[in-house]
């Protein structure tokens, strides 16, 4: 379908076109400069390879295949408006964020070019890679100086590939002067490998280079209605029940000297301010945080919760509460402590 006609759909019906019928493709597009940015990049380290980008689901690299998925929601405007609808945020939107996430996955896949995970040293820093996937939840350490920090989550911690491509990354960066910026840190001997190591592989072409299929890898072929059930469903797991105790100490009950209002009202009232302060402190995604807060609120109707009108101090300490939570699942697994 041409990319003029889809645009001007209404949202019921773009929802039910196939992604893979809206003809998308990285050249043309706002997206193409970025991707071309990372070229340079690699180049200016004397790197020759450069990983093709292609039109996928999400931002990933395919076992064993060097090339890049790139999420389709950033290569039309009209995408991207979708995507922060329905998810309230849209991972890679500005320049800044998109060379973060792309220069990563081009660490995964050098990676896969050369067999990196198969050499001794390479072992001896990252550790043993395996073909499982990254786990959804791990124990990271905050405060830990073995690992570089560059996406949100401290997601170096999560699997030695991704400690390897957290750190070509940081490693890529222009302009960052990561000696000194990790000066002290036991990350300073894993860059200055990754350094040592993309040095000898300067002008040297791809050791694995299998023949690229991007319909077999996009994952594209779904209606757009789909896509985004599966990502919401999947963001929305796993929802904790929670402790009517909490949300008593919270909220006061009944009537009081103050103007009062349902607890769930002053919820709605500052909910994009909780958001917006809970997703920058954990990381957690904000659809994530929107489904929290959404079920806070139906709880405190139930419970027949009331809340000052316009109350600073409740504000922080609802802030601190779902910070809590968020924070607790992504280093377990669970919104909750379980005693």
């Not at 995970?117 to 073995?146: C, I, M, V």
């Not at 996009?218 to 059930?229: G, I, M």
């Not at 209002?261 to 500052?270: D, G, I, K, M, T």
């Not at 919760?305 to 600073?312: F, H, K, S, V």
Request: hydrophobic letters at 40%.
């Amino acid at each position: 379908m041409n990319a003029v006609a889809w645009a001007e759909l209404p949202e019921e019906a773009l929802l039910e076109l196939k992604i893979s019928a809206l003809g998308l493709a990285l050249p043309g597009t706002e997206v193409q400069p970025l991707v071309e940015q990372l070229y340079d990049d690699l180049a200016q380290k004397g790197l020759t390879f450069r990983p093709p980008c292609f039109v996928g689901d999400e931002w990933f690299v395919p076992v064993g295949i060097p090339a890049i998925a790139i999420p389709f929601f950033l290569v039309h405007p009209r995408l991207r408006e979708l995507e922060r609808k329905l998810m309230l945020e849209v991972e890679g939107d500005s320049r800044a964020e998109f060379l973060r996430l792309i220069r990563h996955e081009a660490g995964h896949a050098y990676a896969f070019a050369y067999r990196l995970p198969r050499r001794k040293k390479w072992q001896a820093q990252f550790g043993l890679s395996s073909n499982e996937d990254t786990p959804s939840t791990y124990r990271p350490r905050p405060y830990s100086r073995s690992f570089v920090t560059h996406l949100d989550d401290w997601y170096a911690q999560a699997h030695p590939d991704e400690d390897f491509a957290e750190t070509f990354a940081v490693w890529l960066t222009p302009g960052l002067d990561w000696r000194v910026r990790y000066a002290g840190w036991k990350a300073l001997e894993k860059l200055e490998y990754v350094g040592e190591l993309m040095k000898s592989l300067a002008g040297q072409p791809p050791v694995v280079a299998p023949q690229f299929r991007e319909k077999e890898n996009s994952h594209l072929n779904v209606k757009l209605r789909t896509y985004y059930a599966r990502k919401r469903r999947a963001y929305a797991e796993d929802f904790p029940d929670f402790f009517d105790r909490d949300l008593h100490r919270l909220f006061a009950v009944g009537p009081a000297a103050t103007p009062r209002v349902p607890a769930s009202r002053f919820l709605r009232a500052q909910r994009r301010r909780i958001i917006a302060a809970v997703g920058a402190w954990t990381g957690g995604k904000k659809y994530t945080v929107n489904q929290l807060v959404r079920d806070l609120s139906q709880r405190c109707d139930k419970l027949e919760l009331q809340a000052g009108a316009d109350d600073p101090a409740l504000l922080v300490q609802v802030t601190a509460y779902l910070t809590a939570l968020v924070t607790n699942y992504l280093f377990t697994g669970k919104f909750k402590r379980t005693k």
